[in-house]
């Protein structure tokens, strides 16, 4: 069935079928036909972060950023579906075309540049969810704000969403907002991560509820860089990390006519490099709770990604290559190597 939907909504600019095929699984959510077709979610319970998964498959950020479609992509049975990116001010993204596809290597490139309608309007779906599996929210700054005064974003975003997050993600790594990455390291990370953790501490104090605070890196780093944010994850007492974002480099997909596009790279090239970064995170942070998440496409890569050292995982492009029914198989293949 997935396969002639995705026939169709291939022939279209991407961004567009990106579009309809979320407002068709919308649609197919008010009838109640989602579970009709895919059943009922995995039951793999595990605790986490003081959190209760249902499943330990997740939706990564960036595939719903304004929670418009959380009860329909959270009814595909995830055990937990992140939203966002969000910035305090809504902001259109940058130029279109911004999505590309390199359907030779199961891979997209895309350079949305934190495309969404604000945080106020994502807080207001989140309250209205009827999802009952957990709810991440991945927080950003917005483009017209400085690198230099990012913290400011991070901090507006992280006292909006604290009411309704099951967790915060801050994403320091996207490479469509420039500047970004640099706050990955060393001096800055921590002048970035410092006042975040001790702002998170005192909303958790004011409102007896403790939410857990991630942050979500690149893949784009050597070991002794993976080793510096290690260092300053722990330093601060991170509840987390999200391993990883999209990668900018082509060598995986060099030749691809798509492959000089601006923007990251996401999909099956980006999977080594990721369970890479997984290997060295948990050598550096061995009792942190690690998502895992880059180029998950079947049953057994999920697999791969709990072997490296993660202990949840999240889909995005695979999820567009492979159809819905992969949560599933990625699901009941993490159940069965418990």
């Given at each position: 069935m997935y396969n002639l939907a995705r026939s169709l909504l291939f022939r279209l600019d991407p961004e567009t079928s990106h579009g309809m095929a979320?407002?068709?699984?919308?649609?197919?959510?008010?009838?109640?036909?989602?579970?009709?077709?895919?059943?009922?979610?995995?039951?793999?319970?595990?605790?986490?972060?003081?959190?209760?998964?249902?499943?330990?498959?997740?939706?990564?950020a960036g595939l719903d950023k304004n929670a418009d479609h959380l009860d329909a992509l959270g009814a595909l049975g995830f055990g937990f579906v992140e939203v966002g990116t969000v910035t305090p001010k809504a902001q259109p993204g940058n130029p279109k075309p911004r999505l590309f596809r390199l359907t030779g290597h199961d891979a997209i490139i895309n350079r949305f540049g934190f495309n969404n309608k604000g945080v106020e309007h994502l807080v207001q779906q989140v309250k209205q969810r009827h999802y009952g599996g957990i709810v991440g929210i991945n927080i950003g700054k917005n483009l017209a704000t400085s690198v230099e005064h990012a913290l400011d974003d991070y901090l507006l975003c992280l006292e909006a969403v604290h009411g309704v997050a099951d967790y915060i993600a801050v994403n320091i790594s996207s490479p469509n907002t420039p500047g970004l990455r640099t706050l990955q390291f060393g001096e800055q990370l921590d002048a970035l991560l410092g006042p975040i953790r001790a702002r998170s501490h005192e909303l958790d104090a004011e409102t007896g509820r403790k939410v857990p605070l991630l942050v979500?890196?690149?893949?784009?780093m050597s070991e002794e860089e993976v080793a510096l944010v290690a260092g300053s994850i722990a330093g601060n007492a991170l509840d987390g990390v999200i391993a990883t974002n999209t990668t900018v480099s082509r060598e995986?997909?060099?030749?691809?006519?798509?492959?000089?596009?601006?923007?990251?790279?996401?999909?099956?090239?980006?999977?080594?490099?990721?369970?890479?970064?997984?290997?060295l995170l948990r050598a550096q942070l061995p009792t942190l709770p690690i998502i895992g998440v880059g180029g998950i496409d079947s049953g057994d890569a999920a697999s791969a990604k709990i072997a490296a050292g993660a202990d949840l995982v999240q889909l995005y492009s695979g999820l567009i290559y492979q159809?819905?029914?992969?949560?599933?198989?990625?699901a009941e293949a993490l159940k069965r190597a418990r």
């Open positions: 979320l407002r068709g699984l919308e649609a197919l959510h008010r009838v109640g036909g989602i579970k009709r077709v895919y059943g009922e979610p995995v039951s793999d319970p595990i605790e986490l972060m003081g959190l209760r998964f249902n499943n330990r498959v997740g939706l990564a979500k890196i690149a893949p784009d995986a997909v060099s030749g691809d006519p798509q492959a000089e596009e601006a923007g990251g790279l996401s999909g099956k090239p980006v999977f080594e490099a990721s369970n890479t970064v997984i290997r159809g819905p029914g992969l949560v599933r198989e990625c």
